[in-house]
């Protein structure tokens, strides 16, 4: 007897609460940088954002399997039916999400590329390869970039887990609980 799954299989679920946790520390972590620019105090500036590093690049490691996972899966319906509106709407904050986990991490790595600076994971000590060669007007583009995008996409998310409470408490259905 095979009896229809009501929630995501436990491995895309594992991914979607792993990555939770990998974004907020990279949030949390970004600002490090700037906060202890002000104070002038470049000790701590450079032993924090490798751990930045680490949590993005945690994101980015996390989007492999995930999307392959995600393919192959027999996603639960909600009961009841969304409208189509509601589904359409959905399906484009999802792959939006999509799209700016990738972008973002890479967008950090390449203007790290750019800068000439290395990406050495701390503790393990590995420098990962550079994806680009150095240049400097590159570096000030994908710099940018990889601030604006990543603030775009905590806006994203203010708005997914907006949607995701929205379901649970006024329309009472069955969103949340598959992925939990
Ligand atoms: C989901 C993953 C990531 C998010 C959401 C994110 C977000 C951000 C944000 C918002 C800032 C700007 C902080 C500020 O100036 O106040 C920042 C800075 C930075 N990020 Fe990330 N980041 C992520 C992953 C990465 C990765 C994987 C790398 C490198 C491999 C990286 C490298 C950097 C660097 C070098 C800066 C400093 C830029 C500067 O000098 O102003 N980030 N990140
Ligand atoms: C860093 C924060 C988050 C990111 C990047 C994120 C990302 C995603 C992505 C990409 C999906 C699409 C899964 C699919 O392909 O079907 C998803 C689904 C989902 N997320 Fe999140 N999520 C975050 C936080 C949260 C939080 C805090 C909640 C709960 C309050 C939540 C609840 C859900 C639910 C219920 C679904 C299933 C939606 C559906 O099947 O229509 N997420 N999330």
């Known amino acids: 007897m095979s009896m229809p799954s009501t929630r995501y299989p436990l491995s895309l679920r594992a991914i979607h609460w ?4 990998a974004v907020v520390a990279a949030a949390i972590l970004a600002d490090t940088e700037e906060h202890e620019g002000d104070e002038g105090n470049a000790v701590s500036s450079v032993s924090a954002m490798p751990w930045h590093y680490v949590a993005g ?3 980015l490691l996390l989007l492999i399997p995930r999307i392959v996972l995600r393919i192959r899966a027999q996603v639960p319906p ?6 189509r509106f509601t589904a359409l709407t959905a399906r484009l904050v999802h792959l939006a999400l999509y799209a700016f986990l990738l972008a973002v991490p890479l967008l950090g790595w390449l203007q790290l ?5 290395p990406l050495m994971l701390p503790w393990l000590g590995w420098q990962l390869p550079a994806l680009v060669q150095p240049d400097p007007q590159a570096k000030e583009l994908t710099e940018e ?3 604006v995008l990543g603030n775009v996409l905590y806006g994203l998310i203010a ?3 907006a ?3 929205w379901h649970h408490i006024v329309r009472r259905d069955n969103t949340l609980k598959r992925m939990l």
């Open 18 to 21: 792993l990555t939770v946790v």
């Open 57 to 59: 690049l945690v994101v």
């Open 78 to 83: 909600i009961i009841p039916t969304p409208d």
């Open 113 to 117: 590329s750019y800068g000439g600076e």
């Open 145 to 147: 970039l990889h601030e």
């Open 159 to 161: 708005l997914h887990v």
């Open 163 to 165: 949607a995701a409470l």
